[in-house]
């Protein structure tokens, strides 16, 4: 029988059904991603002595929105995907090789600020104070939403290989923080054959995946089909067979070669989303949420 849990969490284990705490209802996620908020693929790049690596490529590879690579970024592969959007590319970058179809064409400008708005929003993720704190979600598992801004920090590196489901109104939006300290060599976040599934309303626009920081790697692949906007700026993120509604922003840790890529392909779909930006309400919904944890801790 699955159980269900209140507040705050150690571990998850396989089957459990959690409800998140009650908080004022918004219909956003809280932090605006800027610039960064107009990519589907967005490779954060590096600095002029260590360059970030970016790939887009295999044919049967499509993309349903902008790509984007920020300053001092290599295109390692050359595009023979799909992209039905634009690619955007620095100033201190090559033009990629283009075999396959840009449906909004190749331009050069400059892209530090879709990286700094990257960043940023990264931070500002990892500093919300969580509703939920937990080593791990099992396989399985269905997240309840609040009706309004659920926190879910994860402690521990973490697979998930069968169903996740994520049930929330049009007004629930759900943060991952992903904090567990790994070397930049690890996976801190693997989603293999992962079936992933919104329901009550919840829409993959309200969903977002943060790794801020470096340390492991993301990496989906083995027909995944998964929801959100995974924001990891110094973390390697690699997308291999797998469908993703909504983003990948991340390979910006110029400072290890297994953080500085971020790679899209093998028959993988990118289909972006729009990202709510917070009205008023959001963040009045923010201030009491922060109010109401403190009342609770003291």
Known sequence: MNKTFRGRLSLV??????????????????????????????????????????????????????VGAGPYADWTHGIDATINGRVDYDTTDSAPIVTGTITGGLHQIPMAGPV??????????????????????????????????????????????????????????????????????????????LAMTLTGGLTPGNVLWDLNGLGGQVVISSGSVVQGIFLAPDRGVQVDNASITGAVLGGGG??????????????STINFVTIPEPGVASLLGLGFLFFHRRKLVG
């Open 13 to 66: 284990s396989i089957g459990l059904v959690i409800v998140c705490g009650s908080v004022a209802a918004r219909a956003a996620l809280p932090y605006s991603l800027g610039q960064a908020g107009n990519y589907a693929v967005l490779g954060l790049g590096g600095i002029s002595s260590a360059h970030g690596q970016i790939e887009v490529y295999q044919s049967a590879t499509i993309v349903n929105g902008n």
């Open 116 to 193: 700094v708005d990257a960043r940023n929003a990264s931070t500002s993720y990892a500093g919300l104070a969580a509703t939920i704190i937990t080593g791990g979600i099992a396989d399985n598992a269905i997240i309840i939403g609040n009706g309004g801004l659920n926190v879910i920090r994860i402690t521990n590196a973490m697979t998930l290989k069968t169903t996740l489901t994520l049930q929330g109104t049009a007004s629930d939006s759900f943060v991952f923080q992903l904090t567990s300290s790994d070397a930049v060599s690890a996976k801190t976040l693997t989603l293999s054959g």
């Open 254 to 267: 110029y400072q290890d070669s297994h953080s500085n890529l971020i790679s899209v392909h093998s028959s």
